[in-house]
């Protein structure tokens, strides 16, 4: 054992992963090595355990958070990290986060203020809402809501709404773990008004209504507007909550208008149709961090501000930073330094040219690909089913489970998806800037 951790071979991982690692992967790599012996193989030589250890140490110290080119066509892939963020973003978490900041303190005045004020306002003032309160995620926006409004009463929801948005956020489970008590209502494709209005009584805390972010139910359909049910929430003095989840809060270009995805609705469509809080990510199409927010009715979002439970969910210091930065650009109309909506409004022209670009650059070894249409998608539990239109590098007459393997494995790695048994690099997530590191992968990958 000691010979193993000691080995000159191991002195880099050593040094990497510090000796306490590297001895735990020797025991296990040892302990594996005996039984393998054991079951009757060829006993493991001592160069070939230290290279083992060493393979392991290697794996592991490549196993952090690492850049990646995204060419899944996916602009918001929650695997691979959802909104990339605006420079200004960057920056103004780079300018805070070395020292101290003014987090709780106005310089003005030299008194404490309010964490997150400033970004809360913004957003507020952005939305059209009488106030913001900032969290860690949407599902804590959600949890929030329901634990401040609803702990110990009654929820109504339909039940075509009952859904899971994926990572464990599954809507029943929310509302048990809030404390309150779930009323479903209608049936999983048809719900209508009145059934929301029977289901009405002393114990009900709120109308709870979910956007159908990641599925759809088409055919014998039917859910009323979201006005409609204001309508109702209103007539009977009693909230209503939309876990909207998207973010939107502009117009979406004109390359997605006769999509699907056109039907998105924004933070200020749902206030305006009348829902009293609304929750929402700002890492989907907003574009910025990791964050939730619930903004709405000023007297309902100061209960939640003031919920202990608000404490526990509050949002970081740097993702605070990032928010402000990213409200900054909304403010000034530049959408395009915002990367999701920079991606969202390149033209399919632009899009082909890029990818010709890219063939041209390959050369020869270009000579088995093509430029083809492609669907792209929003992704992040957004509408992940409405497509949107793009452009890719399609790359058949090779096993494309190994070419994505080699891309995969390369530094950057380059993330594409292989479709009907060929390999695709979809441009619509693909920054113009890495045209040149896509390239030098493709090389490295193709000529192997
Ligand atoms: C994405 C989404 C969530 C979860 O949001 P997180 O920011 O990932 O916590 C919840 N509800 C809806 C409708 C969503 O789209």
């Given at each position: 054992?000691?010979?193993?951790?000691?080995?000159?071979?191991?002195?880099?991982?050593r040094g990497?992963?510090?000796k306490?690692?590297?001895?735990?992967?020797?025991?296990?790599?040892?302990?594996?090595?005996?039984?393998?012996?054991?079951a009757g193989?060829?006993?493991?030589?001592?160069?070939?355990?230290?290279?083992?250890?060493?393979?392991?140490?290697?794996?592991?110290?490549?196993?952090?958070?690492?850049?990646?080119?995204?060419?899944?066509?996916?602009i918001?892939?929650?695997?691979?990290g959802?909104?990339?963020?605006?420079?200004?973003?960057?920056?103004?978490?780079?300018?805070t986060?070395?020292?101290y900041?003014?987090?709780?303190?106005?310089?003005?005045?030299?008194?404490?203020?309010?964490r997150?004020?400033?970004?809360?306002?913004?957003?507020?003032?952005?939305?059209?809402?009488?106030?913001?309160v900032?969290?860690?995620?949407?599902?804590?926006?959600v949890?929030?809501?329901?634990?401040?409004?609803?702990?110990?009463?009654?929820?109504?929801v339909?039940?075509?709404?009952?859904?899971?948005?994926?990572?464990?956020f599954?809507?029943?489970?929310?509302?048990?773990?809030?404390?309150?008590?779930?009323?479903?209502v209608?049936?999983?494709?048809?719900?209508?008004?009145?059934?929301?209005?029977r289901?009405?009584?002393?114990?009900?805390?709120?109308?709870?209504?979910?956007?159908?972010?990641?599925?759809?139910?088409?055919?014998?359909?039917?859910?009323?507007?979201?006005?409609?049910?204001?309508?109702?929430?209103?007539a009977?003095?009693?909230?209503?909550?939309?876990?909207?989840?998207?973010?939107?809060?502009?117009?979406?270009?004109?390359?997605?208008?006769?999509?699907?995805?056109?039907?998105?609705?924004?933070?200020?469509?749902?206030?305006r149709?009348?829902?009293?809080?609304?929750?929402?990510?700002?890492d989907?199409?907003?574009?910025?961090?990791?964050?939730?927010?619930?903004?709405?009715?000023?007297?309902?979002?100061?209960?939640?501000?003031?919920?202990?439970?608000a404490?526990?969910?509050?949002?970081?210091?740097?993702?605070?930073?990032?928010?402000?930065?990213?409200?900054?650009?909304?403010r000034?109309?530049?959408?395009?330094?915002?990367p999701?909506?920079?991606?969202?409004?390149?033209?399919?022209?632009?899009?082909?040219?890029?990818?010709?670009?890219?063939?041209?650059?390959?050369?020869?070894?270009?000579?088995?690909?093509?430029?083809?249409?492609?669907?792209?998608?929003?992704g992040?539990?957004?509408?992940?089913?409405?497509?949107?239109?793009?452009?890719?590098?399609?790359?058949a007459?090779?096993?494309?489970?190994?070419l994505?393997?080699?891309?995969?494995?390369g530094?950057?790695?380059?993330?594409?998806?292989?479709?009907?048994?060929?390999?695709?690099?979809?441009?619509?997530s693909?920054?113009?800037?890495?045209?040149?590191l896509?390239?030098?992968?493709?090389?490295?990958?193709?000529?192997?």
């Amino acid at each position: 054992m000691d010979r193993v951790v000691d080995a000159p071979e191991l002195s880099g991982v050593r040094g990497a992963l510090g000796k306490k690692a590297v001895t735990a992967l020797a025991r296990s790599v040892i302990a594996e090595a005996r039984s393998a012996a054991l079951a009757g193989d060829s006993p493991a030589t001592f160069a070939e355990v230290v290279t083992r250890v060493r393979q392991r140490a290697e794996a592991r110290l490549r196993a952090g958070l690492t850049p990646v080119i995204n060419a899944t066509g996916v602009i918001l892939h929650t695997n691979l990290g959802r909104a990339p963020l605006p420079k200004a973003s960057i920056e103004r978490i780079a300018a805070t986060a070395g020292g101290y900041s003014t987090l709780e303190l106005d310089l003005s005045t030299g008194v404490r203020t309010r964490r997150g004020v400033h970004a809360e306002l913004g957003l507020a003032e952005l939305v059209g809402a009488g106030d913001v309160v900032l969290v860690n995620n949407n599902a804590a926006a959600v949890m929030l809501a329901l634990s401040t409004l609803a702990a110990g009463r009654e929820v109504i929801v339909s039940r075509g709404e009952l859904v899971e948005i994926g990572g464990g956020f599954r809507i029943p489970d929310v509302l048990a773990r809030s404390g309150a008590r779930l009323v479903e209502v209608g049936t999983t494709n048809r719900t209508r008004v009145d059934d929301y209005a029977r289901a009405i009584g002393e114990r009900t805390a709120c109308l709870l209504r979910v956007h159908p972010s990641n599925f759809k139910i088409s055919g014998f359909a039917e859910r009323p507007a979201l006005a409609e049910l204001a309508s109702l929430a209103q007539a009977r003095r009693i909230p209503l909550v939309k876990d909207l989840g998207g973010g939107l809060v502009v117009d979406l270009p004109a390359s997605v208008a006769d999509s699907e995805l056109a039907r998105e609705p924004s933070v200020q469509a749902c206030l305006r149709a009348g829902a009293d809080l609304v929750c929402f990510s700002l890492d989907k199409l907003f574009g910025g961090p990791q964050a939730g927010a619930v903004a709405g009715r000023a007297e309902l979002v100061k209960a939640l501000r003031d919920d202990p439970m608000a404490r526990a969910l509050r949002l970081d210091k740097l993702a605070l930073a990032a928010v402000e930065a990213v409200l900054d650009a909304y403010r000034r109309g530049a959408l395009s330094e915002i990367p999701v909506h920079a991606l969202l409004a390149a033209s399919l022209d632009a899009l082909a040219r890029r990818v010709d670009e890219w063939r041209t650059a390959l050369g020869e070894l270009g000579g088995a690909t093509e430029t083809v249409r492609s669907e792209g998608a929003i992704g992040g539990g957004t509408l992940a089913e409405a497509p949107v239109a793009s452009v890719a590098l399609r790359i058949a007459g090779r096993p494309p489970e190994i070419l994505a393997e080699r891309l995969r494995s390369g530094s950057p790695a380059v993330i594409g998806r292989v479709v009907d048994g060929a390999l695709l690099l979809d441009a619509r997530s693909v920054f113009p800037e890495e045209d040149r590191l896509i390239v030098a992968a493709l090389r490295r990958a193709l000529a192997e």
